[in-house]
């Protein structure tokens, strides 16, 4: 066949495909490859939709889910919510039309921003069962609900109505949907009130309700009658976003002068930034937009990456936040009863691509978890679980990252993921988080996000192996109290009886032999107060007087009261600092402090550490980590540090000589 | 705010989202999350097109790519062919519009299907450095090139023509497209260049030169003259079809006639199977398929996956096959010398959801590979290597799931990526692969797949186990005899010594107490003649005659001719079995074949089993699988296998009772 009727046959058979006939063909883009994970995918996109309208409305959300068995594998999923509900003209719309949504130009934190979601739902249902999909919708103002029975057109990408009417709904307003469609039900991690479970935990202000196919109903009740705050749209912020973006962005813009269009269409750019931005790329502030040519464009695009310029705001996004993290862990883990929940860590805003986004992590060690399992990574993006895709998804992959052998876990190679009885839970909520597909089942590993979830895993894993560490010299130290309480009295028996003298005190001498200062605490909690009362103790047994300043590290959001002593430092992000002047040897110092509004549950351990002293001395705080910024200029060239190998091993000399105040 | 105005204010958000737009703001979901991966997608996906556009014209691929610096992080990707060329009306549309593409309904295995590929990498060089793509093409018969430099306009998904004009090139037919973008270039595991040597591998047929930013140009040389079989469009298999889709395809037949339509539009039925599947259906043979209801098209979905039919056709699919693997792998891995290449294996073709797929894998073990690390996973869909996204792929994922302690490789808990000296080589060919994303970077868990990779892998497993187990007992038994030849003789001559008499011949004693069937072999390699000639002995050291089945397990696509003596079977799958009636003690007997038309490298070990004898007593050959279907009666009842723990620890009592001819 001569190349000419080649090129020409293949010609023929070019042609545009609409999105809808592409998804049909790849539903596994979409999250639809297999019958079990296909009916947790339709709950899921039922469930996002529901939780981002309540919060649209600013409502507090009361969500009913419902999987019915049909036949052998033919499932009816019904969700239900009390939403603002969707105006008539739209609903069709937005179920029977892909890439059809109101959330994919807005800049603010949402589960839902493709417009894929529950039409790929209706589509695949359709698709497996033949069957349409019937959705409910009501609005306040109205008195009835409009329902409306549709499927899509594939080939068009609309929405096909097969039924459409006005009925009574008992419900103010709200909306719900029930999509037939093939899957299998399982039990287990993969499952829907798993999903459900671990749903409730990352949005506590939720109230679902979930009917199984068989047996009972069970409700997640809400924890908390707070809304989350309300998250802001924003403006794209100027660093990271693409020179091509820039450029469609000028063309379209409806300023007529460089420096307004800056200011107006940028977040964290004044007219001051912006005129700076302008002189940088040597381009007149009053240039027309529409004008700017490529080689401006990049000079433009450079000014605005070198600008030195604030972080998005925070108000665009909402992390889960310190607290609940532990609060939610708990909840999933209670009959496990883990020995220890390091502190979680919420991390500053950052920026990628222009978006902001944030990062969040908890670790829990220890208890009845399976000591000789890989770690458990729970996985979360704006507030939704993922539950599939681990391998592919940054948020697992950061952890494989990281050298866990360093805090105390095993790991072959010093990579992949770590084994030990630990849980890691990883969130990252952004404006816009980049997944690797439409299914949202696992998060891109863009480079600005892998390097803060690095951060925040390495910080997590230092603050696991304090504990660890703390655990392990607290339990050397009290076999050498012990034996040493017990051997010398006796030594002392009978050589005083060989010498026919008086058993001489030992106290003094068992201090000596000891050599340390030891640190514990006690936490009384008073329900009817929702009081902590927390007091941390400093025994010194040594055979000097000693001084040194203790700092305790507060979770986010939680404010010690009553503090005594006052502190010489007090810090928003939580750091606390206390100078204690003077221990006499056989002596204890005492700190005390409250805290108000937790749960019992919420506090059970301070995260303490010390300075100004020989570490190697100190059992139950660790030394104050270098990357803990000083404001204290009295800490400077005082010996503080333990060398960094014998840190990472773990190994303390107690010999070591001590550092004793003059007056000895 | 009343719920009305939310409501309301809400449906004013709503939009249409242009698909160019969607993936304008995911672009990691077409695989440009990072600038280095960006770079590389684009080779991609140039080179796929490329490939794919010589076999569409039967055309001995000739490609050359450039990876040229512009500027610090823009680089100039080209990819240029002596493919059949695209019609001047069409190339703006095919670079130029997502969505667009003439394989998207073809059932044949193609790279590119989905219209995404080389328009996607436009939008990105486009996003990234505001510079339109340029491309060249020309058609055989005409005398000059079309060239035209455009961008793809976003908010409309259409191509905006920049510049055209007609150019002189000294290419008959071809295509060139240059594309700007910003990238970061790499050397290493995730390279150009390694990503185009792993396309040669697969792609033997095909020349590829590649001129790196810096430093000399790289060409990999074709392999072979050959084309591959050129691979043929089926329509869909009944089998795995969904509901919905048959639906649809019933509503746009142009069959008047139900059994017509099912004869006509899906592979594998006949007209009788047509009415055997209508009457299973309960249906009437001529009844109108525009007529079907839902009741019906689900009893004739029913009756359709019940249907006892053939396998899809293969020939519209295109696999490696299992010369050209080992060849391939051993074209990478010469400097590592592997000590073991596992006859590959290629699987008979299966069906999911309607496409035919086939799964081939192969294992390299040994020599200087790293013993310590996880085993390497080199990964193919439709021959294209997968170079990220591996731990969200199924193909890594299935090797995760053997467990590969029972096969000789360290793998804590039996799970996930096994450690040891391997590369297991993993290739899914189908008219459809499904994969996670857009990006084609992994494929998705389908059931069916999941069952057939398992099962390769396994039988992989088996065969590198035959291997570590033949040379383990083979070290063992070599010791042994080396002792009892050491020692045995030393005894001998004291004892004689010592009663004064001659020192007796101890050959038979030596025999006796070796008490084993050793098998080895010899192989010649002719070059002129392109010939290997192998011999394989069984030396009968047992103090009795033997007599035991010998089979010969040859990779496909192998004759072995001449064979002396003649086998009693062999099989069109390369299954041959030799009974050899007797072999008297301390005696062999020899098999020899020739092998024709192979390269030296291509075969170095045979595959040899045993049975019909006590397999204990075998050394250099396992006893015959039980899943090997035999077709001798006279195997039945005899003993013949190791019981399977013994074989599991590859432990083998060597004392054990020996089985001998009634002659003794």
């Not at 009740?221 to 100027?238: Q, V």
């Not at 020179?243 to 379209?252: C, I, N």
């Not at 990472?648 to 004793?660: L, R, W």
Request: charged content about 30%.
């Amino acid at each position: 066949m001569p190349a000419i009727s080649i090129a020409e046959e293949l010609a023929k058979k070019q042609r545009e495909i609409s999105v809808s006939e592409f998804f049909e063909r790849n539903k596994q883009i979409l999250g639809y490859d297999s019958a079990t994970k296909a009916l947790l995918t339709a709950v899921k996109e039922g469930v996002d939709n529901s939780l981002d309208a309540a919060a649209d409305a600013d409502i507090l959300p009361d969500i009913f889910v419902e999987v019915r068995k049909v036949e052998k594998d033919e499932f009816l999923v019904v969700v239900e919510d009390n939403g603002p509900g969707i105006v008539k003209k739209e609903v069709a719309n937005v179920f029977g039309r892909l890439l059809y949504g109101s959330r994919f130009f807005s800049r603010a934190q949402r589960r839902g921003q493709q417009g894929l979601g529950i039409s790929g739902a209706v589509m695949y249902g359709q698709i497996t069962t033949g069957k349409p999909t019937k959705i409910r919708s009501k609005v306040a103002e109205q008195d009835v609900a409009y329902e409306i029975e549709l499927i899509l057109d594939t080939k068009k990408n609309r929405p096909n109505v097969v039924e459409e009417d006005f009925v009574v709904w008992e419900r103010a307003h709200g909306t719900r949907v029930e999509i037939p469609l093939k899957g299998r039900y399982i039990a287990g991690k993969q499952s829907v009130p798993e999903y459900l479970k671990a749903t409730a935990i990352v949005n506590p202000h939720a109230r679902i309700t979930y009917r199984p196919p068989e047996g009972d109903d069970i409700t997640f009740e809400r924890a908390t009658e707070d809304l989350p705050p309300k998250t802001k749209e924003i403006p794209p912020h100027p660093h990271g976003i693409e020179l091509g973006t820039l450029m469609a962005m000028m063309k379209e813009t409806k300023s007529y002068k460089l420096a307004a269009f800056l200011e107006e269409e940028f977040v964290r750019v004044s007219s001051r930034v912006a005129k700076e931005i302008c002189e940088t790329a040597g381009l007149d502030p009053d240039t027309k937009p529409k004008s700017i040519v490529l080689e401006q464009a990049k000079a433009l695009h450079d000014a605005m990456q070198s600008a030195k310029l604030m972080s998005p705001p925070t108000d665009c996004l909402s992390p889960i936040g310190e607290r609940l993290i532990k609060r939610g862990l708990k909840n999933v883990l209670g009959s496990l009863r883990p020995e220890f929940y390091a502190p979680p860590l919420t991390r500053d805003p950052a920026v990628y691509s222009g978006n902001p986004f944030q990062v969040e992590i908890g670790i829990v060690y220890g208890g009845d978890l399976p000591p000789d399992q890989p770690v458990e990574v729970l996985r979360f993006a704006n507030r939704v679980p993922l539950l599939y895709q681990a391998g592919g998804c940054a948020l697992t992959q950061s952890v494989g990252n990281v050298d866990w052998r360093r805090y105390g876990l095993e790991q072959r190679g010093g990579q992949g993921l770590p084994f030990g009885p630990a849980i890691i839970l990883v969130h990252v909520c952004s404006t816009k988080v980049p997944y690797t597909s439409e299914a949202k089942e696992a998060v891109a590993t863009a480079d600005e996000i892998m390097t803060e979830l690095g951060l925040a895993l390495k910080e997590g894993g230092r603050r696991l192996k304090t504990h660890l560490t703390k655990k392990e010299h607290r339990a050397k130290t009290k076999e050498k109290f012990e034996i040493v309480q017990l051997i010398l009295p006796r030594i002392a028996e009978k050589s005083a009886k060989i010498v026919n003298k008086k058993i001489p005190t030992l106290d003094a001498t068992i201090t000596k032999i000891m050599g340390v200062v030891w640190i514990d605490e006690q936490i009384a909690y008073d329900k009817k107060l929702k009081r902590h009362s927390v007091t941390i103790n400093i025994h010194n047994f040594t055979s000097a007087g000693k001084k040194l300043n203790l700092h305790l590290l507060l979770p986010r959001g939680m404010e010690a009261k009553s503090m005594d002593p006052k502190p010489a430092e007090a810090r928003d992000d939580g750091k606390i600092t206390w100078e204690l002047k003077r221990i006499d040897s056989v002596t204890k110092a005492s700190i005390s402090f409250v805290l108000d509004g937790l749960d019992e549950a919420e506090y059970d351990e301070s995260d303490v550490y010390v300075s100004g002293i020989n570490p190697g001395l100190v059992i139950g705080a660790e030394p104050l980590p270098g990357d803990w910024e000083l404001n204290y200029a009295e800490f400077e060239g005082e010996e503080g540090a333990v060398p960094e190998a014998a840190e990472e091993e773990g190994e303390i000399d107690y010999d070591e000589t001590e550092e004793s105040l003059e007056d000895e």
